[in-house]
């Protein structure tokens, strides 16, 4: 019992800081080595001949990962701790995205891919499990926002900065260009060990399986790929609709405004988190808006088109936050690992699911529009869990 609560006890309020930029930099590193590869992807296709598909699985391969790798994320957290997971699983993405700079054919270059977006998901539920070991209960909102604010930095970095800035100080070598991205997530690995606490391993085993009769791992986690199978879909499918839409020579301006709505979202979402996290009319409206935006990004024409599609990526920005955030508020400290696995697993399979299914559909008609149709149907099927969601710390749960 003394190790446990000493387990719980909150940090005093001078290590509040430091622990905020290392979830910041541990979210950052979320998105940066999935994010770099889209526009490295022209690249690496030239030097290893590349098909279009080979060159797109680069970005979507780890998506899917993110929802395989739940599992082993949770499983590890239960025996090892979030901090001690959180560590280790930044170890394997380092290693593994700074592999995709050595590689000398496709096939090793996929396999290098599958280990970092592996990384990648296990560190998504080791973030929310560490909360409630590092914060104050009243800065558990904050917390979340925090780390998710570095992570949709992560995404606007990847993308924003890798050929402009880092490429060419690097003789324009993608391989050496994937290398330094990764090696400094092994600096922040080792980073994660200097708040003096809860250092130690679980002392007795914990359920690391998605606990299906909750409801909340269904709801949140069908949500979840509301919110990812829009984001993701649409940026996959943005320049086939605005070449549709005549307006291909807007790609650039669009992609940009789509990718930078999301730093916005969680800046907003650093102010508002105490408020806004919990709140299911929130999560309703978010949600609402992310389907209106999708339904006028191929009902509007010229810059209303865009703009529609900005929206959308700001709302689903929110959404996403407000979402991921509540496993520490509505769970213990042991249930939040596999609360947070369980909706990232169903959440990413949808993500990687529905806009390839909608992706299939569009080839199959020869209208990319008929793509994010499947998306607005998906969604539009699970907008009603939202209304059903119990927002309220489920019984038996601590508050620390």
Same mark, same amino acid.
């Given at each position: 019992?003394a190790?446990?609560?000493?387990?719980?006890?909150?940090?005093?309020?001078a290590?509040?800081?430091?622990?905020?930029v290392?979830?910041?930099?541990?979210?950052?590193?979320?998105?940066?080595p999935?994010l770099?590869a889209?526009?490295?992807?022209?690249?690496?296709?030239?030097?290893l001949?590349?098909?279009?598909?080979?060159?797109?699985?680069?970005?979507t391969?780890?998506?899917?990962?993110?929802a395989?790798g739940?599992?082993?994320?949770?499983? +590890?957290? @239960?025996?090892?701790? /979030? !901090?001690?997971? #959180? $560590?280790?699983?930044?170890?394997? *993405? %380092?290693v593994?995205?700074a592999?995709?700079?050595?590689?000398?054919?496709?096939?090793?270059?996929?396999?290098?891919?599958?280990?970092?977006?592996?990384?990648?998901?296990?560190?998504?539920?080791?973030?929310?499990?560490?909360l409630?070991?590092?914060?104050?209960?009243?800065?558990?909102?904050?917390?979340?926002?925090?780390?998710?604010?570095?992570?949709?930095?992560?995404?606007?970095?990847?993308?924003?900065?890798?050929?402009?800035?880092?490429?060419?100080?690097?003789d324009?070598?993608?391989?050496?260009?994937?290398?330094?991205?990764?090696?400094?997530?092994?600096?922040? +690995?080792? @980073?994660?060990?200097? /708040? !003096?606490?809860? #250092? $130690?391993r679980?002392?007795?085993? *914990? %359920?690391?399986?998605?606990d299906?009769?909750?409801?909340?791992?269904l709801?949140?986690?069908?949500?979840?790929?509301?919110?990812?199978?829009?984001?993701f879909?649409?940026?996959a499918?943005?320049?086939?609709?605005?070449?549709?839409?005549g307006?291909?020579?807007?790609?650039?301006?669009?992609?940009?405004?789509?990718?930078?709505?999301?730093?916005?979202?969680?800046?907003?979402?650093?102010?508002?988190?105490?408020?806004?996290?919990?709140?299911?009319?929130?999560?309703?409206?978010?949600?609402?808006?992310?389907i209106?935006?999708?339904v006028?990004?191929?009902?509007?024409?010229g810059?209303?088109?865009?703009?529609?599609?900005?929206?959308?990526?700001?709302?689903?920005?929110?959404?996403?936050?407000?979402?991921?955030?509540?496993?520490?508020?509505?769970?213990?400290s042991?249930?939040?690992?596999?609360?947070?696995?369980?909706?990232?697993?169903?959440?990413?399979?949808?993500?990687?699911?529905?806009p390839?299914?909608?992706?299939l559909?569009?080839?199959?008609?020869?209208?990319?529009?008929h793509?994010?149709?499947?998306?607005?149907?998906?969604?539009?099927?699970?907008?009603?869990?939202?209304?059903t969601?119990?927002?309220?710390r489920?019984?038996?749960?601590?508050?620390?």
């Amino acid at each position: 019992m003394a190790e446990q609560q000493a387990a719980n006890t909150p940090p005093p309020p001078a290590t509040l800081l430091p622990v905020a930029v290392l979830l910041w930099l541990a979210g950052v590193y979320l998105r940066i080595p999935v994010l770099v590869a889209p526009p490295l992807a022209p690249f690496i296709g030239d030097e290893l001949d590349l098909s279009k598909a080979l060159t797109g699985a680069l970005t979507t391969l780890p998506i899917l990962m993110l929802a395989i790798g739940a599992m082993p994320g949770s499983l +590890a957290i @239960a025996r090892m701790g /979030p !901090r001690n997971t #959180l $560590a280790m699983a930044m170890v394997v *993405m %380092a290693v593994g995205s700074a592999a995709r700079g050595l590689v000398p054919d496709t096939a090793s270059l996929l396999v290098a891919s599958a280990v970092m977006g592996f990384g990648v998901a296990m560190m998504q539920p080791a973030l929310p499990a560490l909360l409630p070991r590092w914060l104050q209960p009243h800065h558990l909102a904050i917390g979340s926002a925090i780390y998710m604010n570095g992570m949709l930095m992560g995404e606007f970095i990847g993308a924003g900065i890798t050929l402009p800035v880092l490429m060419p100080l690097l003789d324009n070598s993608w391989r050496a260009t994937l290398i330094a991205w990764s090696l400094p997530a092994l600096l922040i +690995a080792a @980073a994660l060990f200097l /708040p !003096r606490r809860d #250092l $130690a391993r679980p002392t007795r085993k *914990m %359920a690391w399986l998605p606990d299906w009769k909750n409801p909340l791992t269904l709801k949140l986690g069908l949500l979840l790929g509301l919110s990812g199978s829009m984001f993701f879909g649409l940026n996959a499918y943005m320049g086939n609709l605005l070449e549709q839409q005549g307006q291909f020579d807007r790609l650039s301006e669009a992609l940009f405004s789509y990718n930078i709505a999301q730093v916005f979202a969680s800046l907003i979402m650093l102010k508002m988190a105490r408020l806004w996290v919990g709140r299911r009319t929130l999560i309703v409206v978010m949600a609402s808006l992310s389907i209106a935006g999708t339904v006028g990004t191929i009902t509007l024409d010229g810059w209303w088109s865009i703009a529609s599609a900005t929206l959308m990526s700001f709302v689903a920005g929110i959404l996403l936050i407000l979402l991921v955030a509540l496993p520490p508020l509505l769970v213990s400290s042991e249930e939040t690992g596999r609360l947070s696995a369980g909706t990232f697993l169903v959440g990413y399979t949808m993500a990687f699911t529905v806009p390839m299914l909608g992706g299939l559909l569009a080839d199959s008609t020869g209208d990319v529009r008929h793509a994010l149709m499947v998306m607005i149907a998906y969604s539009l099927l699970v907008l009603p869990l939202a209304f059903t969601l119990d927002l309220k710390r489920q019984k038996g749960q601590p508050e620390g």
